[in-house]
């Protein structure tokens, strides 16, 4: 990449990677030797994002919000507040019915 990768999460399927830059998301499909840019995200300096383990949706920060969309429409399906700083780690459930993070703040 030209710039900085901030973060960068794969899909379970191997065929699909998120990747947060300073002034986007953008999710790329995995092929061969090569990375095809598929949707750019407007979520600027997102520090953490992951996918669920089904690989239907992927989560990513934003501040001290957490957006979530659907794998394969990029979907806004929920945004999710509750932390007072910046979020800094994602996990999904084994089945991914419960998405926890964790803040600067010290909130889980």
Request: with cysteine; net charge neutral.
């Amino acid at each position: 990449f030209n710039e900085e990768a901030l973060s960068v999460a794969l899909h379970p399927s191997g065929f699909h990677v998120i990747v947060g830059f300073s002034d986007k998301l953008r999710l790329m499909n995995l092929l061969m030797e090569d990375l095809k840019p598929f949707k750019d995200i407007p979520i600027k300096a997102c520090r953490e994002c992951r996918f669920s383990n089904g690989g239907q949706y992927f989560a990513a920060t934003n501040q001290n919000q957490i957006q979530v969309y659907k794998t394969y429409t990029c979907e806004q399906v929920a945004v999710l507040r509750g932390h007072n700083n910046k979020v800094r780690s994602l996990s999904w459930t084994q089945d991914d019915a419960t998405l926890v993070s964790a803040g600067m703040d010290g909130a889980v």
